[in-house]
């Protein structure tokens, strides 16, 4: 019981993290065509700008900071290379934020070395947040939650309330009719592509610290991310928020679990003595494949996702 | 008594809340050369896309030579018999002249999937790929890529990849969409020559396309069929002046 | 009307050249650098070649290519481990064969899902597979071997003729000739029906449908058969380096045979093979004098994607073109023109990357280049950095301009004598 509250609640941090990135993947994913495969690249810039920053000024300037730097920076990437790289295709854009990606892990090898730094998550924040039977949840996950729903409040009322939202959510469905009603479509494409880097910087800004920075994080986490968007439905944001909550909690459950199928054949009065490797794969274990057997089944079952409007 | 080339049983189909198509019945017999008209937007693209499957049907059934096709995938109408064009040049792009031609004859051939097969040495299939060529007239353009050739040659091809595999029912979106007068001319000679022997399906804006090589004419008016005859009697049929020719006369 | 000959005069110059440049290699040093340098670009040519039946002929981009040649070459290394230990008499030789019918039986098995989409999706599947792969591969310590990897002994017993695949030169031949084979079988390949088929769908999967094919199908059956090759590839590295590591079926790998693949040029079939050549020497040479190497890479592979994207295969072709119509001497003038700030900017880039990187690493931000030292510690270097950039960039883009037109008007030269 204590076991599943505090893994609920870790597991609906660490999915509230996921949505934070794949959010921002679905919207220029859909929008664009373009599958970033240098979004996590941005995450993990997220998280170096920030130990930087915090080194020199302090946590919560790092906060805002990192993220509008990061921003701007996928901007100028969108404005610049993408955008040019647009000119031969799908293959060739995504080839480009594919070398993109590349590139990001070598610059942070360079600047900031091999091995992970030193971000820490702030004083004001460590420590224990409340005590559940024995089981303690610290404040900074508190803190992580915080962040992630406002984040989702403040995205929502963005896309419903304001001008540009409503161009935005028509983009998803209908970029050619956008188009065609007099939008400066490329500006709202740099534009959202800015705002899904910010907002991948910002989940490296929180996740970093609580997490480990390093230069493997980028490659870690990306993969993770596209199972995101292809299990929720390509171009459903509720879709990518479902995937991203199913797929931290299960994750975090599994991790927490030692029992495999040797386990279940004792509880049932089965002694296994000479078993397979697989019998003995214990769920801690699976929990790394778990994202990608999900994709699988999925794929198998409903190709559209849980909540996908387009097959492409 | 054959069962007709084509038969539509009360075919619908909605997009959402939209019905597009509303119960049209159809019966095209063997060899007949029919056209549906109807002004823009009266379904007449969609129901070409159900009948090739292209889209699923809402509701109804489609018949091709007496079997049911309603259910089964473009591929597999195809490989029964029924080829289509599309309205919007629909070929390969970065194949040659020669290959896309090829390249749709493979399947009737028996080629299938095989890749223990040297291409260059299926000298039927070459042959037949020469053929259809020739009578497209695009002999000069063979191995030309398919992307460069100009928009009249590009229809000519888009009709001989449909008619390459031997299709006895051939569906064609608006052969003459775009073309000049004297193009126009062309392409109804060449419809006219390679359709020899096969049922004709088309969707047509130019009536004098239409009044010149249909058999017969359908009228498609909001989804629904008004009316179906010969040209003689679709000419004089008050409805479909009303409805249709009414409006195009004052173009004229 | 005859079908043509198989073998025309100038195929088998063509082939017999490729044959005989592959078998005289080893003769022009005696090396083990330059042995072992062959060997590497042999096995990444079919590797490269593989990589792109799929997306030069299919149009499908993989990122979980690696997993048909690690899973390849581990399959490889059990069947060498279980030679060695007398439970099958499989001949050294023919160990290739068991990766790539591995490769095959799990083309079949991952490519019944990868192969339900396309486009955009299949590349975010194909990664997905991938990753679950390699995870998967090290939860099985016994297959994989785990963090140390597989190894085992080629030599087994006396061998034929003195043949032992004891010395890298014997080695290098059954690369050699497996590579050569491949090569072949792949060329062939694409000149059959379903090669044909592959490319009609990757111009146009919905008109394929309309033709009477099956799309899926065709798609099932490339990925299949490159997985095959792949395998192959695999198999050839177990052999080469006696040991294999879960690295090899790793997100790197599938990374580094893109890259051969695009920057070498995917719209040609020789493109792959110029790209596993012009990556593996760069890797092998690059990578001994700069630690930053990767990124060196990384660099290469944007500004083919932006500048070049027919790669280096499609640059040779239109040039070769132009010097055959005569008018490639008057593009000469332009492209030295060129070179002056393409040298700026680069010597810029790399000033900047290597002595950040020795700030980074040493702490002293000192480099001697012929005779000079730069330091990144003092302002000066900056200004000058920066200046030599933005100079050299400002340039680029003036003869750009230049460079484009001489080139439109040799073109137009060329249609001009064409017609």
């Known amino acids: 019981m204590e076991f599943a509250l505090i893994s609920l609640l870790n597991g609906v941090t660490y999915g509230l993290l996921l949505f934070m990135l794949s959010s921002g993947l679905t919207l220029i994913f859909s929008m664009m065509g373009i599958l970033n495969f240098a979004h996590a690249s941005f995450y993990m810039l997220g998280a170096y700008f920030a130990y930087q920053i915090s080194a020199k000024i302090g946590f919560w300037p790092a906060l805002l900071i990192s993220p509008v730097l990061v921003g701007i920076l996928g901007a100028v990437i969108e404005r610049y290379g993408i955008r040019k790289a647009h000119r031969y295709g799908h293959v060739a854009e995504l080839l480009f934020t594919f070398g993109l990606a590349f590139l990001a892990i070598e610059v942070v090898q360079l600047v900031w070395g091999k091995a992970a730094v030193d971000y820490r998550i702030p004083a004001s924040l460590s420590g224990t947040w409340f005590t559940l039977f024995s089981s303690s949840f610290p404040v900074y996950k508190g803190f992580m939650m915080a962040v992630s729903v406002g984040m989702l409040v403040g995205l929502y009322a963005l896309l419903t309330f304001t001008r540009i939202g409503l161009i935005v959510q028509a983009a998803l469905s209908r970029p050619d009719m956008v188009q065609a009603l007099g939008h400066d479509v490329p500006r709202i494409f740099t534009l959202v592509f800015g705002g899904g880097s910010a907002l991948a910087a910002i989940a490296g800004v929180i996740g970093g610290n609580a997490f480990v920075t390093e230069p493997a994080m980028a490659d870690a986490l990306g993969p993770i991310v596209f199972v995101v968007v292809v299990v929720g439905g390509l171009g459903s944001l509720a879709g990518a928020f479902i995937a991203s909550l199913l797929i931290g909690i299960l994750q975090t459950f599994m991790v927490g679990t030692n029992y495999s199928l040797i386990d279940f054949a004792r509880s049932v009065g089965i002694q296994l003595h000479s078993a397979p490797a697989l019998a003995r794969l214990s769920l801690t274990q699976l929990a790394a494949i778990m994202p990608y057997m999900l994709m699988v089944a999925i794929l198998i079952f409903r190709p559209r996702g849980i909540m996908g409007a387009r097959e492409t | ?252 | 009307m005859k079908p043509p000959p198989l073998l025309t005069a100038r195929r088998l110059l063509m082939w017999g050249g490729y044959l005989a440049l592959i078998l005289l290699a080893p003769l022009l040093s005696r090396s083990g650098y330059w042995l072992s340098l062959l060997s590497q670009v042999a096995i990444m040519t079919v590797f490269a070649l593989s990589f792109n039946m799929l997306l030069g002929q299919t149009g499908l981009l993989s990122f979980g290519h690696a997993v048909y040649y690690g899973l390849g070459a581990m399959i490889t290394m059990h069947a060498l481990i279980a030679v060695n230990q007398q439970v099958v008499p499989i001949p050294v030789t023919l160990l290739p064969l068991v990766g790539g019918l591995g490769g095959l039986v799990f083309g079949v098995l991952l490519g019944y899902v990868t192969t339900r989409r396309a486009g955009t999706t299949f590349a975010m599947i194909s990664l997905g597979i991938g990753e679950m792969v390699a995870a998967s591969s090290l939860m099985f310590p016994a297959f994989s071997g785990g963090e140390g990897g597989l190894s085992s002994n080629r030599v087994i017993g006396k061998g034929w003729f003195g043949i032992t695949y004891g010395p890298q030169i014997q080695i290098y031949y059954l690369i050699a000739l497996w590579g050569f084979a491949c090569v072949v079988a792949m060329y062939a390949l694409a000149h059959t029906p379903l090669g044909r088929i592959a490319n009609a769908v990757r111009d146009n999967p919905e008109r394929a449908e309309f033709i009477g094919y099956n799309p899926q199908v065709v798609r099932f059956l490339m990925v299949v058969l490159a997985g095959f090759f792949a395998g192959v590839a695999g198999g050839l590295t177990a052999l080469n380096y006696e040991i294999v590591t879960s690295e090899s079926l790793h997100a790197y790998t599938s990374g580094l045979v893109i890259m051969m693949a695009f920057v070498g040029g995917v719209g040609y079939f020789f493109g792959p093979i110029l790209g596993a050549l012009l990556i593996t020497v760069l890797q092998m040479a690059v990578s001994s004098l700069t630690a930053a190497w990767l990124f060196y890479f990384g660099l290469l592979f944007l500004v083919v994607v932006l500048y070049a994207p027919g790669g280096v295969a499609s640059v040779v072709v239109e040039h070769r073109r132009l010097w055959h119509a005569g008018v490639l001497g008057r593009l000469a003038p332009a492209y030295l023109l060129a070179a002056l700030p393409v040298l700026l900017v680069g010597a810029g880039v790399v000033a900047v990357v290597e002595t950040v990187y020795r700030l980074m690493k040493e702490d002293s931000a000192r480099l001697r280049v012929l005779g000079f030292t730069l330091d990144a510690s003092r302002g000066l270097f900056w200004v000058a950095v920066v200046a030599a950039i933005a100079l050299g960039m400002l340039l680029l883009r003036k003869v750009a301009r230049t460079v484009s037109d001489e080139r439109h008007r040799a073109y137009a030269t060329l249609r001009q004598e064409r017609t």
Request: proline share 2%; charged share 25%; hydrophobic share 40%.
């Open chain 2, 1 to 252: 008594m054959t069962a007709p080339a084509l038969r539509l049983v009360d075919v619908s189909k909605s997009f959402g809340r939209t019905e597009i198509v509303r119960d049209v019945n159809l019966e095209v017999s063997r060899g007949e050369r029919h056209a549906i008209i109807g002004p823009n937007g009266a379904g007449k693209s969609t129901l070409f896309n159900l009948i090739s499957a292209r889209f699923p049907v809402s509701s109804g059934r489609i018949e091709l030579n007496g079997d049911d096709i309603t259910s089964l995938r473009a591929f597999e109408i195809n490989r029964r018999g029924l080829s289509r064009s599309f309205q919007i040049t629909n070929i390969f792009h970065n194949l040659t002249v020669f290959d896309n031609v090829r390249c749709a004859l493979l399947w009737s051939l028996g080629y299938r999937y095989s890749f223990w097969r040297r291409l260059s040495a299926l000298a039927d299939a070459g042959e037949r790929a020469d053929e259809v060529i020739q009578r497209i007239g695009l002999r000069r353009r063979r191995d030309t890529l398919a992307s460069t050739l100009s928009y009249a040659e590009q229809r000519a091809l888009e009709i001989g990849v449909t008619l390459a595999g031997g299709a006895d029912v051939v569906l064609l979106d608006e052969p003459t969409a775009g073309m000049s007068r004297s193009e126009t001319e062309e392409a109804v000679a060449l419809i006219r020559r390679v359709s020899e022997g096969k049922t004709l399906v088309m969707v047509e804006h130019d009536m004098g396309v239409v009044f010149g090589l249909a058999d017969r004419i359908s009228v498609l008016v909001y989804g629904r069929i008004i009316a179906t005859g010969t040209p003689a009697e679709i000419r004089a049929n008050p409805a479909v002046q009303e409805a249709y020719l009414g409006t195009s006369r004052a173009h004229a």
